[in-house]
């Protein structure tokens, strides 16, 4: 995939290639929707109202594909994280999983994938206690049974449950080894699957290394 100043240059190429096009062009959308990506990394603030508009706009011409609206939700969503603008973007998450649920089931893969981003937007903004209880009794037990506990997905989320319990105002030491025995599954796991020297088996060691330290100081920095 391209990125960088090549991403953007093909972005604006797109967008320029069918912007004379009706609003009901179907082209048309997806050039805003990749002129949207293609922006966001470098300037996620111009990137939102774009996405805004485009969600706006399948809403309004295309409102009977439903799994094409969640992609245009999420895409808003996780630009709205990227501004700093958590508390819209965990709304629009809660909906986005409901959404998914109801169309989906709670088996479904990209229903997951959607919970792992709830969870992440809850964590993010405090509501630890609530994230943990999301992960421990509704997404783990089905990612576990739907993915395999060797997943990237389901890693993910063991992971997720790790930096809420560490990151818990009140957290005890048995909220720290809970999160430490979690964090030596999900680094066992992906040297496994993944391979030692894979950027997010990595990433994980960092965390469990900090965690680690974690146990032996009254307080510490929240990882992850």
């Not at 096009?21 to 990137?47: F, I, K, P």
Request: glycine share 6%; with cysteine; hydrophobic share 40%.
């Amino acid at each position: 995939s391209f990125h960088g100043a090549v991403h953007l240059a093909l972005g604006w190429a797109c967008w320029k290639a069918y912007l004379g096009r009706s609003d009901r062009d179907w082209n048309r959308c997806r050039a805003m929707q990749t002129l949207a990506g293609a922006v966001r990394s470098s300037q996620a603030e111009v990137a939102l109202p774009m996405y805004a508009a485009n969600l706006a706009l399948i809403r309004r011409h295309w409102s009977c594909l439903e799994d094409v609206i969640l992609a245009a939700q999420s895409n808003l969503s996780a630009c709205l994280q990227s501004v700093g603008r958590d508390d819209e973007a965990l709304g629009l998450n809660r909906e986005i999983y409901a959404s998914c649920v109801a169309m989906l089931g709670v088996s479904h893969d990209y229903t997951i994938a959607t919970g792992y981003r709830l969870a992440r937007s809850l964590c993010k903004l405090g509501l630890v206690e609530e994230t943990k209880i999301f992960l421990r009794d509704q997404l783990l037990p089905v990612a576990r049974r739907s993915l395999g506990s060797d997943h990237g997905l389901t890693l993910a989320l063991n992971q997720t449950l790790a930096r809420a319990l560490i990151t818990t105002p009140e957290r005890t030491r048995d909220d720290l080894l809970e999160a430490e025995t979690t964090m030596q599954d999900v680094v066992r796991r992906r040297r496994r699957v993944f391979g030692p020297a894979h950027p997010n088996t990595r990433e994980t060691e960092s965390v469990l290394f900090d965690l680690r330290q974690a146990l032996w100081r009254p307080r510490v920095v929240a990882v992850g």
